[in-house]
């Protein structure tokens, strides 16, 4: 790809003298949209959308899209041409993304929008998609509001954009309006103001995050996941592991919906059942069935490792045994799997690990009473029970 990936406004795609630089390569860049510009544009949507003509079959046009996503070749602002497979080595080189997970990813966004039920009506909103870095899968909240707002403007996140690009190149290519399209890629700082400026929002990110724009009116804020399972009494050890294994190692660990923690209910279990996932995890090869993602900035894989021991508490302990972070003879770094296990007296519900997302495989077991179960439960989006 050339130097700098392009903002998409006002029906074009449009260069910046604000920029950031892209992860990856070095000399690579991103255009930023001022607040000031965003402002403008919206005025200028006000002014355009009148004049829009109907947008009929919309789920017909997000189908076509998604498979121009998945395998054409597409113009992207700033890029040019770009292939499937030049799609697939740019997310490599800049996000550490391998490409079975992006074959994955690109089969769950087409799979969603085919059992997707029918949508209202379109309305006459401008909405706002602020997606995270830590999956492309969430370009399925792009598709939703393409498909029922006037337009729709999306905010990728600055750690991986080029696939919010590439989808606004498939919708165009899919013959999608320009005018209801926009990419803003912009500071963190601007989001308030992209809130502001725009009708209903989906915002993607961490707690911290969650907590800067939870009051907005029209959002939908999709924060931790802080997904748990529940390992039931009697539960045979091998048959615990191989349902835990991948909830916890799936999609290198980047789900919301990954498991975090997993709670024994019972008394002495949690022991045994942690050594032996501990011992599978270990075992995990990094570009196997479940493959890791790379980090591209230096120390970045170790931050996020270092992030494990600086929670543990007094009598915790982790269990895997490889080291934490990987580099290969290429010098890719890669944070590997960890599990802890939590003191078998712990009561507090707010430890650090309980819950704990990294943007890698990792999971706290500890053994609860029902009532730390109750309480936990209660903090989690995604709650897994094995079935009967």
């Known amino acids: 790809m050339t ?23 070095r000399g690579r860049e ?18 355009t959308l009148s004049g829009l003509p109907p947008l ?63 949508p209202p009506e379109a309305d006459g909103r401008l909405a706002l998609v602020a997606l995270p870095g830590n999956t492309f899968t969430c ?13 729709v403007w999306v905010r990728p996140s600055r750690r991986e954009p080029l696939s919010a690009a590439r989808l606004v190149a498939a919708l165009l290519a899919a013959g999608w309006p320009p005018a209801r399209l926009g990419l803003y890629p912009a500071a963190q700082e601007a989001l308030k103001g992209l809130l502001r400026l725009t009708d209903r929002q989906v915002v993607y990110g ?3 995050l969650a907590a800067s724009v939870r009051d907005s009116p029209g959002l939908t804020l999709h924060g931790p996941g802080r997904g748990c399972a529940l390992v039931p009494p009697g539960m045979p050890v091998d048959d ?26 019972e008394p002495g279990a949690a022991e045994p059942l942690a050594l032996a996932l501990a011992a599978a995890l270990d075992a995990l090869p990094p570009d196997g069935e479940w493959p890791l993602t790379a980090f591209r900035e230096p120390g970045a894989a170790e931050r996020a490792a270092r992030t494990v021991s600086d929670g543990l508490r007094p009598g915790d302990r982790v269990l895997t045994r490889l080291p934490p972070v990987a580099h290969s003879a ?33 999971a706290a077991v500890l053994s609860a009473s029902p009532e730390a179960t109750r309480a936990i439960t209660a903090e989690s989006l995604f709650v897994y029970r094995p079935a009967k």
């Open 3 to 25: 130097a700098l990936l392009r903002a998409f406004r006002r029906g074009e795609w449009r260069s910046s003298l604000d920029r950031a630089p892209l992860p990856g390569p």
């Open 30 to 47: 991103l255009s930023l949209v001022p607040e000031i510009v965003a402002d403008a544009d919206r005025r200028w949507w006000d002014s």
């Open 56 to 118: 009929p079959g919309r789920r017909e046009l997000l189908l076509t899209a998604v498979e121009l996503f998945d395998r054409a070749t597409l113009t992207v602002g700033g890029v040019g041409e770009q292939s499937a497979e030049e799609f697939r080595a740019v997310l490599w080189e800049s996000a550490g993304l391998p490409r079975p997970l992006v074959d994955r990813w690109c089969a769950m966004l087409r799979d969603g929008l085919l059992e997707r039920a029918e």
């Open 139 to 151: 370009l399925e909240s792009v598709c939703d509001q393409a498909e029922r707002s006037a337009g």
């Open 206 to 208: 961490g707690a911290g």
């Open 240 to 265: 615990a592991v191989s349902w835990l294994l991948p909830l916890v190692a799936a999609d290198s660990g980047r789900f919301c919906s990954n498991v975090r923690t997993v709670l024994c209910e």
């Open 330 to 362: 290429a010098s890719d770094a890669y944070a590997r799997p960890q599990l802890a296990l939590l003191n078998s007296h712990t009561t507090d519900t707010s430890h650090p690990l309980i819950g704990h997302e990294v943007p890698f495989p990792f």
